[in-house]
């Protein structure tokens, strides 16, 4: 399995509150995603990077941003929280070097909940 | 990226071959069918993918037509643990974002 780790795993909280997603990889992949999946609406990309601080907006971007300062961390920011935030947040990375359609390989998912 | 069409359930006896179908009618010349499934609660999975020849690895098979408008995935043993919800996607270059559709929820039936 690819070496992906999403920290937390859960979190619970306050409507206002800034929270920050870390993805971590171990496989020195160029590309890194952050989707969110929520009933009835399927995988849905906020952000994704494209390097080392080169990242660009997704389908569903409004309230959220991300910080790439090094390879292998990719943030995820809300920062203020709503309750349509509540979701589960993947993270995903890919290849490239000229291996051109590599698959995106995820994470185990966070699960947040804002009340 | 090219809009894909699966039936949104079916069912497998344990130990038989599955077969999930995928139509993609609209898929360009330069694009990749992959295939990824999700069991509850968890990240999606890379299965496999393929351009236009026909694709096996240790976890399933892809066929794909000749005119590149449908393609099926076959788990030739399905266990228990096959029991998800599989995508089936046309895409692009690798960073293009991966849209994934409502799916088929296979049921592996003991």
Not at chain 1, 23 to 50: A, F, K, V
Not at chain 1, 85 to 99: D, P
């Amino acid at each position: 399995d690819a070496g992906i780790t999403q920290s937390p795993r859960h979190k619970v909280t306050e409507t206002g509150t800034p929270v920050t997603l870390r993805c971590h990889q171990t496989e020195n992949h160029r590309y890194m995603y952050w989707y969110r999946q929520d009933p009835g609406h399927g995988l849905r990309l906020i952000h994704y990077s494209y390097g080392v601080k080169d990242t660009d907006k997704g389908e569903v971007s409004d309230g959220y941003s991300v910080s790439r300062s090094k390879t292998e961390d990719f943030l995820l920011t809300l920062e203020s929280a709503t309750s349509s935030q509540t979701s589960v947040y993947f993270c995903a990375i890919s290849e490239s070097q000229g291996a051109y359609h590599q698959p995106q390989h995820f994470g185990d998912g966070t699960r947040l909940s804002i009340l | 990226d090219a809009k894909t069409t699966q039936p949104p359930s079916m069912d497998c006896a344990e130990g038989r071959a599955a077969n999930l179908p995928c139509n993609h009618s609209t898929i360009s010349g330069n694009e990749y069918v992959y295939w990824y499934r999700q069991i509850h609660s968890q990240g999606p999975q890379y299965i496999i993918h393929g351009l236009k020849n026909n694709e096996t690895n240790e976890m399933a098979s892809l066929i794909i037509t000749e005119d590149r408008k449908s393609s099926t995935l076959i788990l030739p043993h399905a266990t228990l643990r096959d029991t998800a919800v599989y995508y089936c996607i046309g895409k692009g270059t690798s960073y293009d974002k991966v849209i994934f559709g409502p799916g088929t929820s296979l049921s592996v039936i003991p």
